[in-house]
Nanobody, 118 residues
């Protein structure tokens, strides 16, 4: 059974930090590119960042460059998103996503709320 379980979300003040984690199980984690998406109320889901299967390359949305950092631990089947200098516009439901390269196979987590507010 495939599972992507996000954790680490919550309420934080502007300028603060949060670290999201996504624990994967039920598939060969090291064979999948991992991404974080987010969806704010009334907006479409957007790609935040992607990391390749071995972590040798990343691609960030312009809106988070220099503030967010993705990393992965293939030994622990976990991907992380370190979010610094958070802004109110970062408020959204954040989703973990797995994609096998050259394959239509994708998996989604259930999402975790991040709220940036004073």
């Amino acid at each position: 059974q495939v599972q992507l379980v996000e954790s680490g979300g919550g309420l934080v003040q502007p300028g603060g930090s949060l670290r999201l984690s996504c624990a994967a199980s039920g598939f060969t984690f090291s064979s999948y590119a991992m991404s974080w998406y987010r969806q704010a109320p009334g907006k479409e889901r957007e790609l935040v960042v992607t990391i390749t299967s071995y972590g040798d390359s990343t691609n960030y949305a312009d809106s988070v460059k220099g503030r967010f950092t993705i990393s992965r631990d293939n030994a622990k089947n976990t991907v992380f998103l370190q979010m610094n200098s958070l802004k109110p516009e970062d408020t959204a439901l954040y989703y973990c996503h797995a994609r096998r390269p050259w394959s239509p196979t994708v998996y989604w987590g259930q999402g975790i709320q991040v709220t940036v507010s004073s």
